[in-house]
Nanobody, 116 residues
C-alpha cells in the first residue's frame, strides 16, 4: 500500500510561483509514474503533469511552458514547480502514484489559490 503526502499549497498573487511536493511511502514499486492532477470548483479533475521513474514527462495543456515536474527516485518524491501563476490555476492539487499494473493512488490534495 502506498501513502502520499502533499505539501506546498498556498495563497499566492497572480504572476507568482509555488513549488508543490509529494512524498510517497509504503510499498513502492521501483518502476512507477508519479504526477499531479488538479480540480477547480465546479470543474472536472484534470491532468497537470506526470513523470515516470525514467524521467519521461507528460504535461496537460494548462501546464505547458509554465510548470515543471521533477522527481527524486532515491527519496520517492515528486515536485511541481509552478511559475507565472494565474487565477485560473486555483484548484486542489492531487499527487498520484501509478504502479506498473496501472493502479492509481491519490493523495489528499493541497489547495493552491491564486489571487488576481
Amino acid at each position: 500500500q502506498v501513502q502520499l503526502v502533499e505539501s506546498g499549497g498556498d495563497l499566492v498573487q497572480a504572476g507568482g510561483s509555488l513549488r508543490l511536493s509529494c512524498a510517497a511511502s509504503g510499498i513502492i514499486f521501483r518502476i512507477n509514474t508519479m504526477g499531479w492532477y488538479r480540480q477547480a470548483p465546479g470543474k472536472q479533475r484534470e491532468l497537470v503533469a506526470t513523470i515516470s521513474t525514467f524521467g519521461s514527462t507528460n504535461y496537460g495543456d494548462s501546464a505547458k511552458g509554465r510548470f515543471t515536474i521533477s522527481r527524486d527516485n532515491s527519496d520517492n518524491k515528486v515536485y511541481l514547480q509552478m511559475n507565472s501563476l494565474k487565477p485560473e490555476d486555483t484548484a486542489v492539487y492531487y499527487c498520484t502514484f501509478q504502479s506498473p499494473t496501472n493502479d492509481i493512488v491519490w493523495g489528499q490534495g493541497t489547495q493552491v489559490t491564486v489571487s488576481s
